[in-house]
C-alpha cells in the first residue's frame, strides 16, 4: 500500500499491545497507521507464536461467564476454576520479580487486567479456559492452577486475526513490510517516523507515534551486550523481527532507558528447534513438562529444582539455567507413570526424543551426557523419594526428595515405570525486559525527567515490570493493558487535549 505523509497516530509494530493501542486510538476518533516491519505472511510479531494466555483478575465463576459467555453449565459443573483475585496477581507479580516489579506499573497492570479483557472481548475476541494445561482432570474434575485460566480462541494466530479484523472494521491501515528506522522530532517534541518499505525511505508525520514493536531477543548482538556472554547462543522462540528497533529509537530521542537490562523471559526450548520461531510448530518447541520429571545435563547431574513451584512460576527463570550448563542443554527424563499427563507440545513429529524400556538403556541414548554418572543419579533420585506423601499435579503437593544436593520439592516421582522417555532442550529466549521508562498513562519519560511529548509506548519494550522472572500469561496481559492505556493517551495527545 502507499504510505500516506500524514496520519493522527502511528503505531510501529503490529502485535498485541501495537493492535490494542491503534483500536484505542480509533475509538477515540483519530485515523492511525500501523508499521509493520515483517511481511504479511510473517507479521503479528511474538504475540502471533503464542498460546494466546491471558493472566486476568477474576473474583469467581462469574467473571469467567461475563468473559467467556459461550461457557456452558455443564463445563462448569465440572471445573474448579477457583479465584485469581486482585491480591494474589499482586503477589504473584512480587514475588517472582523479587519485589523489584515497578509499583506503578504493577498496579496499573493488575487492576486494568478484567476490563481490559472485556474490552477486547467487546471487541470481538473470543476466550476460552485453557482446559488440559493449566488444569488436571482428577476425580472427573478439571482444578486450575497458578492463575492462569483464560486463552485465546484459536491462540495466537486466532488472536493476531481477531485483532487484525477489528483493525480492519475500525479503518485502521496496516503497512506490511514498513520498518521505522527513526524518530522525526523538533523542539515541540516527536512529530512523526522515517520508515522503510519496499526499499525506500519516507517520513510519515504524525501527531503522536506509539511504539510497540517488541523487545531486543531476536538481536543476537544486543542480547550479548545486555544479557551477557553466552546469550548469542540462545535459540530464539518467536518473530525474528524484535531487534530492539524501537527502543533504539527511542533512546536516539533522548529516552529514559528502565528495567532489568540484563533480564530476559527464556524457557526450556528443544535442542534442535531453528535459530527463530516457526510458524508452523508455534511454541510446539517449548518443554514445560519438566515439574514432572527430572533434568540431566551433560555431566549426568540434575541442576536445578524442578519441582519448585508451579510451572507458571519457574518455566521463564529455567531457559536461563539451561543455558549455565555445559554445552548450553539438558535431557528432561520421564516414566510412564507421568507421560499421559505431558503436554501437547511432546507429542510434535519435531520433538528431539529417545526411549527404553530401561533406566540403563535409556542413559545410554542421551546424547552428550556421562551416562554412568547419568544412572547414579537417577537411582539416587529415586531413593530419596518420599513415597508415602500422594501425588498430586493440580496442587504443590509437597511429594519431594530428601537427601539430595539438589532436591525437588513437589511432584517427586520415582522414575521406575518403563517405558522412559527423555527430551533434549536448549534454551530458547522469549523476550527482554528492559526497555524504556514509560509513566502512569503510557507517555515515554525522557533522561531529562519529563514525558517527551508525542510519544508512547507498550509491550515488551516498556521496561520496569519483570525482573529475573515472570508469571505466565503476563505478556500479553500487559501488552493490552499499556497498549489500551498508550492508544487512548496517544489520541488525547493528537487530539490537543493536553496529557
Ligand atoms: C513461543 C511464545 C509463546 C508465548 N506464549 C505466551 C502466552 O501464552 N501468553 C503470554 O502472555 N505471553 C506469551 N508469550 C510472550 C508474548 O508473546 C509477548 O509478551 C507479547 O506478545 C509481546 O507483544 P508485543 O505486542 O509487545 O510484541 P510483538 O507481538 O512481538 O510485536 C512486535 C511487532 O513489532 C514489529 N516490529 C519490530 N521492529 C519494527 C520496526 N522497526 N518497525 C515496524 N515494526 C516493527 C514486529 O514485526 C512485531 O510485529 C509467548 C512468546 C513466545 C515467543
Not at 3 to 27: K, M, Q, T, Y
Not at 72 to 87: H, I, N, P, Q
Not at 401 to 414: Q, R
Not at 479 to 490: D, R, T
Request: proline share 4%; net charge negative; aromatic share 10%.
Amino acid at each position: 500500500m502507499a504510505l500516506p505523509s500524514s496520519v493522527d497516530v502511528v503505531v510501529v509494530g503490529a502485535g498485541n499491545a501495537a493492535l490494542c493501542a491503534a483500536l484505542a486510538a480509533a475509538e477515540r476518533g483519530c485515523s492511525v497507521l500501523v508499521l509493520e516491519r515483517a511481511p504479511e505472511t510473517e507479521a503479528g510479531g511474538n504475540s502471533r507464536f503464542t498460546a494466546g494466555a491471558f493472566r486476568c483478575v477474576y473474583d469467581g465463576v462469574d467473571d469467567l461467564r461475563a468473559l467467556m459467555p459461550d461457557l456452558t453449565d455443564d463445563e462448569v459443573a465440572r471445573a474448579d476454576f477457583g479465584t485469581y483475585t486482585a491480591a494474589q496477581f499482586f503477589d504473584d507479580m512480587g514475588r517472582v520479580t523479587e519485589y523489584r516489579t515497578d509499583p506503578e506499573l504493577c498496579d496499573l497492570l493488575v487492576t486494568n487486567s478484567r476490563a481490559t479483557m472485556l474490552w477486547l472481548s467487546g471487541l470481538g475476541m473470543r476466550f476460552l479456559p485453557i482446559w488440559g494445561r493449566q488444569a488436571y482432570r482428577i476425580g472427573g474434575r478439571f482444578k486450575f492452577w497458578g492463575g492462569l485460566t483464560v486463552e485465546a480462541v484459536g491462540g495466537g494466530p486466532g488472536l493476531v486475526e481477531a485483532f487484525y479484523g477489528a483493525a480492519r472494521g475500525a479503518g485502521v491501515e496496516i503497512a506490511f513490510g514498513a520498518r521505522a528506522t527513526e524518530l522525526l522530532t523538533d523542539d515541540a517534541g516527536v512529530t512523526g517516523v522515517r520508515v522503510r518499505a519496499d526499499g525506500r525511505t519516507s517520513t510519515i508525520s504524525a501527531k503522536a507515534v506509539v511504539l510497540a514493536c517488541g523487545g531486543f531477543e531476536s538481536n543476537a548482538e544486543w542480547r550479548t551486550r545486555y544479557l551477557g556472554p553466552g546469550w548469542d547462543l540462545a535459540k530464539v522462540r518467536g518473530t525474528r523481527f524484535n531487534t530492539g528497533d524501537g527502543i533504539r529509537m527511542a533512546l536516539d530521542a533522548g529516552a529514559e532507558a528502565a528495567g532489568n537490562w540484563s533480564g530476559c523471559h527464556a524457557v526450556a526450548w528443544d535442542r534442535n528447534a531453528p535459530d527463530f520461531g516457526d510458524l508452523a510448530v508455534g511454541d510446539g518447541f517449548q518443554k514445560h513438562s519438566y515439574p514432572l520429571g527430572v533434568m540431566l545435563n551433560a555431566h549426568g547431574a540434575r541442576f536445578v529444582d524442578e519441582g519448585a513451584d508451579f510451572r507458571n512460576y519457574t518455566y521463564a527463570k529455567y531457559g536461563r539455567v539451561i543455558l549455565e550448563q555445559p554445552q548450553q542443554f539438558a535431557w528432561q527424563v520421564f516414566d510412564a507413570t507421568v507421560s499421559p499427563l505431558l503436554r501437547d507440545e511432546y507429542r510434535i513429529r519435531q520433538a528431539t526424543r529417545v526411549r527404553a524400556e530401561t533406566l540403563e538403556a535409556l542413559v545410554g541414548k542421551l546424547e552428550g551426557v556421562d551416562a554412568a554418572v547419568a544412572l547414579a543419579t537417577l537411582k539416587a533420585f529415586n531413593a530419596a523419594v518420599t513415597r508415602d506423601v500422594p501425588f498430586d499435579p493440580n496442587v504443590k503437593d509437597g511429594r519431594q526428595t530428601v537427601g539430595l544436593a539438589v532436591p525437588k520439592s513437589n511432584w517427586a516421582n520415582p522414575l521406575e515405570t518403563p517405558p522412559f522417555e527423555a527430551y533434549q532442550v536448549t534454551c530458547g529466549v522469549t523476550f527482554t525486559f528492559g526497555g524504556l521508562r514509560i509513566d502512569r498513562v503510557a507517555r515515554v519519560i525522557s533522561t531529562d525527567g519529563g514525558p517527551i511529548p508525542g510519544l508512547f509506548a507498550a509491550g515488551e519494550l516498556v521496561g520496569g515490570l519483570f525482573y529475573f522472572n515472570y508469571p505466565g500469561g503476563t505478556g500479553l496481559m500487559a501488552g493490552a493493558v499499556f497498549g489500551k492505556i498508550a492508544g487512548a493517551s496517544a489520541a488525547a495527545h493528537a487530539r490537543g487535549e493536553g496529557d
